[in-house]
C-alpha cells in the first residue's frame, strides 16, 4: 500500500483566480504569487493518485488568516474525505494564531478528519508565540485520540525559496519538549532535526514523538537522505509526503530506488509507518 501523507488541494474559485485571495493573505501570496506554484483540486489529485498507483492520500488546505477562507477551505477537505473515504483522509488546516483555531480543530475532527497540518509560522519561525497559539489546539488533538499534527518545517541554511521560513534548529527541538505527548509530523524532513538521534544523551528521548516526511526532498536533498534516515535509527519514522502538486510521486520513488535502503524499508516509508501512525 502506498499512502502519500502531505497534498494540498483548494477550492475551485481559489484554483480559477487565485489573485483574489491575496490581500490581507501575506502568506499565501509569497507562495501562490507565481503562476508556476501549481494549485489543483480533488479530481486531479486522484488522477495524479491513478498513475502513481497511490492507494491514499492525506490532504490539507493553506493556513489562512481569514476565518472565512479557512472553513471553506477545510469544508473543501471535509467533502473530498465523505465523498472518497477509502482513498482520501484529510488535516484541518487554519492559522494557529486565529482565537477559533481549537473551535476549528474539533470541528473537522468530529466531521471525519484525522488530525491537524499543515501548519505552518512563514513569516516568524516556530517562535515563543507560536508555540503558545499552538497549545489548544494540541490539547484537542490530545483529547481526540491524541490525533498528529503536520507542522511546516524547514533547514536552516543553504539557499532560499519561497516558503522557508526563518526557523532553527532549537525552535524545533523547543517545539518537541513543549509538546512532548502529542504525535507530530515535521514536514519537509524535519530541517535534518533527525541526525541529532545519534547523540547519546537526551535527544532520542525528546525526539521520540516527531515523524518526519520526505516533502520537496527530490528539491532539497540527495537520496543519500534514506540512507542517513536508517543511520540515524528513524526510518520507521520516515513517511512520504510528495507536497502534490508541488512535486508527483514519481519524482519520489525514483530517489527512494536510488538509495541504498533495504525493500522492507522501502515499503515502511511508502505506506506501513503512516498506517502505523494513522491507524
Known amino acids: 500500500m502506498i499512502i502519500d501523507t502531505h497534498t494540498h488541494i483548494f477550492p475551485e474559485h481559489v484554483k480559477q483566480d487565485r489573485s483574489r485571495f491575496f490581500d490581507n493573505e501575506p502568506e499565501f501570496k509569497l507562495l501562490y504569487n507565481s503562476p508556476k506554484a501549481a494549485i489543483c483540486n480533488i479530481v486531479e489529485l486522484l488522477k495524479s493518485m491513478d ?43 487554519f492559522d494557529a494564531f486565529w482565537t477559533g483555531a481549537a473551535n476549528e480543530t474539533r470541528r473537522c475532527i468530529d466531521a471525519g478528519l484525522s488530525g491537524a497540518g499543515e501548519l505552518a509560522f512563514y513569516l516568524s519561525g516556530i517562535d515563543k508565540a507560536a508555540l503558545t497559539s499552538l497549545e489548544p489546539v494540541m490539547t484537542v488533538l490530545r483529547e481526540n485520540g491524541n490525533l498528529p499534527c503536520m507542522i511546516h518545517t524547514n ?73 542517513f534516515a536508517v543511520d540515524a535509527g528513524v526510518i520507521e519514522k520516515v513517511l512520504l509526503g510528495t507536497d502534490f502538486p508541488l512535486l508527483t510521486p514519481g519524482r519520489y520513488f525514483a530517489d527512494i530506488d536510488n538509495s541504498n535502503i533495504s525493500p522492507f524499508q522501502k515499503k515502511q516509508i511508502l505506506g506501513k509507518n503512516a498506517s502505523s501512525l494513522y491507524g
Not at 532560499?160 to 518537541?176: D, F, N, R, S, V
Not at 518526519?212 to 527530490?218: E, G, I, R, V
Open 51 to 93: 498513475k502513481y498507483q497511490v492507494d491514499i492520500s492525506i490532504i490539507c488546505g493553506f493556513p489562512w488568516r481569514s476565518p472565512e477562507f479557512t472553513k471553506k477551505n477545510n469544508d473543501v477537505i471535509i467533502e473530498s474525505v465523505q465523498k472518497y473515504p477509502d482513498r482520501i483522509k484529510g488535516l484541518a488546516c
Open 155 to 227: 533547514e536552516p541554511v543553504g539557499h532560499k525559496y519561497p516558503g522557508k521560513t526563518p526557523i532553527t534548529l532549537e525552535q524545533i527541538y523547543t517545539l518537541a519538549k513543549t509538546f512532548p505527548a502529542n504525535k507530530i509530523i515535521l514536514a519537509h524532513w524535519g530541517g535534518g532535526i533527525f541526525f541529532y538521534n545519534i547523540m547519546k544523551k537526551e535527544t532520542k528521548n525528546i525526539l521520540k514523538n516527531f515523524w518526519y516526511d520526505t516533502a520537496a526532498s527530490p528539491f532539497l536533498y540527495d537520496s543519500q537522505i534514506y540512507d
